[in-house]
């Protein structure tokens, strides 16, 4: 191999980087443990694949490295010498140049390692130190009885196998781009949407069957005209054929349409199973975000004389790759204001009765389909009279007000800028990089932080995250005609409002939830769309804030819960304001997400400038008074016949394709009554219905059970979950379903 190879430079800074993680891993390990067998091991183990990867192409400066480290951790098994913390200091010191190397891309190595020449003969001089002085040379010694070039190149032979074994594991890994990732997220998500273009088209062909239908009832009405006045035989030869190939139209038709709802469910299947695929791609171990927060901590605790251990739990929680990047930085402040200011020295926690040695935990974990992270710590916490104290010299509130202040409402105002409860600065803490700054930070991706604390008892720091930045759960609704999505995890509420809740101070519309007033302002407006009448005379207020402000954000209606395929903007556009991103529904129509920070420093500026004017509250639209229904069920055939059934009716209709679609359309919109069938995926309709009769606001929702099955097991099922009727799929060909709509909600 040549020194230009870039591919094999770029090969080796990776082998480094694996085995640098190793490396400091079992150092700490070994620190905790003195003279663990299993921690040498492996620390011998790394530092020999380092040096034979250098040996292959050739890099002295790393050889003479790695093998003066291979020679300690040798020496040490030996029990030559021992390793404690000072001797660690020494070899981090190296593990820390060979880290700094394996950040250096492969084409900038070389000239990087001519400039660090120095610095690498300075560490193999200190690891040198730590041996005995004839160690070395009996090592030199025995190697020397073995013919020297023989034994360089069986060397390099066996390196090389290893090398190029650690390059190929058995469980194979390709390198790929973040953009290529992307992409094939983009097309994953495509695939998904075009996957449900099926059901309009399979739809059609239902209208299609029931013109059929209708085509073979009038040939039948012709026929017997016709087989009671006289006729020519040649007439009804030409309608009985007439009607025959109308059957043998509808026959083949009703197994196409059967053939293609088949077909529409395995692609939906296929292409859902191709993009959670995407998705885990996109995904990497909480555990590869902190490796090196061990380290720091020890370091840390050597600086200011403490004990601390760090508890990691959750190390394989999978991670968005991009979260994880951008969460390094606010986890790491965290840490170190854990250590620094949270955990007490050790003769303040011997007088207070805790352990000498502090804890500092850091969790991941998966929750509501959301990520949830904690850093917590059992140090001296928060005191509460002195945060107040600050806010008043601070002048952020008058003494009477900061008096009435929750311990909640205190700990809120650490998140904001330039807030600070550092005496002095140092160079661990109070560097600028405040909680305000991990506030924007988390944010910036979609997620939110709170902090809890006990005072003399510890702290805690909670994050809620989107497990993926590529995918978004969301809260579509309509704004001037058109749908916008909002991020959930950005979305403080969803509440319904009636105009006598609305009420004017200072000129400012405001309403009251929770007991705090929330400003009203018509989302058209702050996007400087025209504005339109609403659907309903209840007002629909999407809740959104910052570090102090909270607004209701007025919107024509919530149109449901939906996860979306982030697709970023052209960046010809720019930065387009209070826009982050553009996605497609499920019927392939284009849908912007609503970039919430970027909004409400729009909300701000008009507030500033004065150019907000007040929400129209009187252009409501007359409610109309049809009952709306909405239909559950995973049969293509069976929604749309029993949507046109009660259109037919003059009942207004939704559909939902499962339980779990319908349990999101039912807590976003108002209905009259739901009709569900029982075997569906996700969610199925005895579920839909517990979950509907169990909850606080919706218990008293009418449910009508439809389904195959005609037993009296399943109907006495259906029965104690809740459900008002339960109907057999059997009875469309009566008027007992709309009997028993008519029984429970009227015409």
Known sequence: ?????????????????????????????????SQSDEALEALMRAAHSIKGAARIISLDVIINLAHWMEDCFVAAQNQIITLGSDQIDVLLQSVDLLQALSQVAGGELVAWLAEKVGEFESSCLAIAALLPSDFSERRLSSLVTVDRNSALSQSVRQENVTFEAIATPTDRVV???????????????????????????????????????????????????????????????????????AQECREILGDRLGELELYARRTTNLSDRLYREVIA?????????????????????????????????GQSTPVDRDILKKLEAPLTHMIRNAIDHGIEPLDERELAGKPIEGT??????????????????????????????????????SPETAAQLTEAEIIEFLFLPGFSTTKQVTEISGRGVGLDIVKSMVQEVGGTIRATSQFRKGTSFYFQLPLTLSVVRTLIVEISAEPYAFPLARVDQIVKLNKSDIYVVEGRQYFTKDGRNIGLIAASHILDLPETPSATDALCVVVISDQSNAYGLLVDQFLGERDLVVRPLDPRLGKVRDISASALMDDGSPVLIVDVSDLVRSIDNMLNSGQLRPVDVNKAKKVSSRKRLLVVDDSITVREMTRKLLQNRGYDVDVAVNGMDAWTAIRSNSYDLILSDIDMPRMNGIELVKQIKEHPTLHSLPVIIVSYRDREDDRIQGMEAGADYYITKSSFHDDTLVNAIVDLIGQ
């Open 1 to 33: 191999m040549t020194m230009s190879d870039d591919s094999m430079l770029e090969l080796f800074r990776q082998e480094v980087e694996t085995q640098v993680a190793i490396l400091s891993q079992s150092l700490l390990i070994l620190e905790a443990k």
């Open 175 to 245: 390198r790929v781009t973040a953009e290529n990732l992307n992409r094939i997220m983009g097309l994953a998500g495509e695939s998904l949407v075009e996957a449900n273009w099926l059901q309009p088209f399979a739809d059609s062909f239902t209208a299609l069957k029931s013109r059929q239908s209708e085509l073979s009832r009038l040939l039948e009405t012709i026929h017997t005209t016709l087989a009671n006045t006289p006729t020519s035989s040649e007439s009804l030869q030409v309608l009985d054929t007439a009607r025959r190939k």
């Open 281 to 313: 791609s996109h995904m990497r171990p909480f555990a590869d975000g902190v490796q090196g927060f061990p380290r720091m901590l020890r370091d840390l605790c050597r600086r200011l004389n403490k004990q601390v251990k760090l508890e990691i739990v």
């Open 360 to 397: 500092v935990r850091l969790e991941a974990f998966h929750r509501g389909g959301m990520l949830a992270i904690s850093v917590s710590d059992d140090g001296r916490g928060i005191d509460p009279d002195f945060i107040r104290q600050h806010i008043v010299e601070c002048n952020l509130a």
